[in-house]
């Protein structure tokens, strides 16, 4: 039991959603690709569909989207009665959209190397003062200004989705005033 002082020291992670009597209950949520390191920054809390519940968001900074060795990924998950079911998730299902998938949006680093989802948050509020979330993703190896320079996006919740971090301009909505309302 995990209210037990005696057996918390030490949690054995292969429990989660084994079946067996000493079953922890959870979501394990894996990788989409060999190298990708999903999981290397988490966070819960934010609201970037506008919906009543809470969304989470997983880096995968070692990702190789579209060609771009390392430029990494950003996965948001929105409310989703699946997860809470338990289980595991493979992050490939993660789209835009319903269906068999896992709604929610999948952001790309611009450019190799620049390990998109090395730091994600929600909650900064730095756009502007609103009750919608905000995300905040890192990627420390953008080279917009210099070698490994970085860069640091803060992105509006409450429905303005874009899917390739150079498609974000400098208010935090799609370049070119284009939206996706969910």
Same mark, same amino acid.
């Given at each position: 039991?995990?209210?037990?002082?005696?057996?918390?020291?030490?949690?054995?992670?292969?429990?989660?959603?084994? +079946? +067996?009597?000493?079953?922890?209950?959870?979501? =394990?949520?894996? +990788?989409?690709?060999?190298?990708?390191?999903?999981?290397?920054?988490?966070?819960?809390?934010?609201?970037?569909?506008?919906?009543?519940?809470?969304?989470?968001?997983?880096?995968?900074?070692?990702?190789?989207?579209? +060609?771009r060795s390392d430029a990494g990924r950003a996965y948001v998950l929105f409310e989703n009665p699946s997860l809470?079911?338990?289980?595991?998730?493979?992050?490939?299902?993660?789209?835009?959209?319903?269906?068999?998938?896992?709604?929610?949006?999948?952001?790309?680093?611009?450019?190799?190397g620049d390990e998109l989802g090395y730091s994600v948050s929600f909650g900064c509020d730095v756009i502007n =003062?609103?009750?919608?979330?905000?995300?905040?993703?890192?990627?420390?190896?953008?080279?917009?200004?210099?070698?490994?320079?970085?860069?640091?996006?803060?992105?509006?919740?409450?429905?303005?989705?874009?899917?390739?971090?150079?498609?974000?301009?400098?208010?935090?909505?799609?370049?070119?005033?284009?939206?996706?309302?969910?």
């Amino acid at each position: 039991s995990l209210s037990d002082p005696a057996t918390t020291d030490m949690i054995d992670l292969s429990r989660v959603n084994n +079946g +067996g009597a000493d079953e922890i209950r959870g979501v =394990v949520l894996l +990788g989409d690709e060999l190298g990708d390191r999903a999981g290397f920054a988490v966070a819960g809390g934010g609201l970037m569909n506008a919906g009543a519940a809470q969304d989470i968001v997983i880096g995968a900074p070692g990702a190789n989207p579209e +060609g771009r060795s390392d430029a990494g990924r950003a996965y948001v998950l929105f409310e989703n009665p699946s997860l809470y079911a338990g289980g595991t998730v493979d992050l490939s299902q993660v789209a835009n959209g319903a269906g068999n998938q896992l709604e929610g949006i999948v952001y790309i680093g611009e450019a190799a190397g620049d390990e998109l989802g090395y730091s994600v948050s929600f909650g900064c509020d730095v756009i502007n =003062v609103s009750t919608n979330g905000e995300l905040g993703l890192g990627a420390p190896g953008n080279d917009t200004y210099g070698l490994d320079a970085g860069a640091s996006y803060f992105l509006e919740g409450g429905g303005f989705l874009t899917r390739d971090i150079a498609e974000v301009n400098e208010t935090g909505r799609p370049k070119g005033g284009h939206t996706n309302s969910w």
